[in-house]
Antibody, heavy 120, light 111 residues
Framework: QITLKESGPTLVKPTQTLTLTCTFSGFSLSTSGVGVGWIRQPPGKALEWLAL???????RYSPSLKSRLTITKDTSKNQVVLTMTNMDPVDTATYYC????????????WGQGTLVTVSS | QSALTQPASVSGSPGQSITISCTGTSSDVGSYNLVSWYQQHPGKAPKLMIYEGSKRPSGVSNRFSGSKSGNTASLTISGLQAEDEADYYCCSYAGSSTSWVFGGGTKLTVL
């Protein structure tokens, strides 16, 4: 059974750096073809793809946010970490991590999401 | 503005069929057979309904089907049920530079 869970601060101040951790089980990020991605959703708005890391440490980022994002993995801990710098109120959103299969282009399993509010 | 264009809302009566379109470009939907569709109920995480354009994950009802023509992908739900009322999002691979893009979402109302 594959499960993912996001964790991190619920409130950050403008200009601060957000660090979110995705802790997963039921698969290994050392297995060929596996990836973990991050997607966010502002309240009442659409999903927005942010970043993805593959088993081989290949990393992909949203072009519009690339300068602010860093994604890393700790295979031994079954964790993926996303950092986003220079947070702004428009970054207020529910942040999801999701399991990805290379070649399928899809995200079959998602975490429950964590709401991050950016406010002073 | 979302990279993929979806109608903001669609509606149908129980038992009817509806189709949700997802229009992209020759750089995403038109170039790759990697369109996926997600169902999202209020307050819940998205659920994968269709992947690789037309494949259904195990456990997803065969009332859900996907297709593609040119730069437009479509999700069809037949035999509408009350539980199908939700938001639906398409997603497409868009090449190594852009990676993945989502649509703006479509709210399905079952009348």
């Amino acid at each position: 059974q594959i499960t993912l869970k996001e964790s991190g601060p619920t409130l950050v101040k403008p200009t601060q750096t957000l660090t979110l951790t995705c802790t997963f089980s039921g698969f290994s990020l050392s297995t060929s073809g596996v990836g973990v991605g991050w997607i966010r959703q502002p309240p009442g708005k659409a999903l927005e793809w942010l970043a993805l890391i593959y088993w081989d440490d290949d990393k992909r980022y949203s072009p519009s946010l690339k300068s602010r994002l860093t994604i890393t993995k700790d295979t031994s801990k079954n964790q993926v970490v996303l950092t986003m710098t220079n947070m702004d109120p428009v970054d207020t959103a529910t942040y999801y991590c999701a399991h990805h299969i290379y070649g399928s282009g899809s995200y079959p399993y998602w975490g429950q999401g964590t709401l991050v509010t950016v406010s002073s | 503005q979302s990279a993929l264009t979806q109608p903001a809302s669609v509606s149908g009566s129980p038992g009817q069929s509806i189709t949700i379109s997802c229009t992209g470009t020759s750089s995403d939907v038109g170039s790759y057979n990697l369109v996926s569709w997600y169902q999202q109920h209020p307050g819940k995480a998205p659920k994968l309904m269709i992947y690789e354009g037309s494949k259904r994950p195990s456990g997803v009802s065969n009332r859900f089907s996907g297709s593609k023509s040119g730069n437009t992908a479509s999700l069809t739900i037949s035999g509408l049920q009350a539980e199908d009322e939700a938001d639906y999002y398409c997603c497409s691979y868009a090449g190594s530079s852009t990676s993945w893009v989502f649509g703006g979402g479509t709210k399905l109302t079952v009348l």
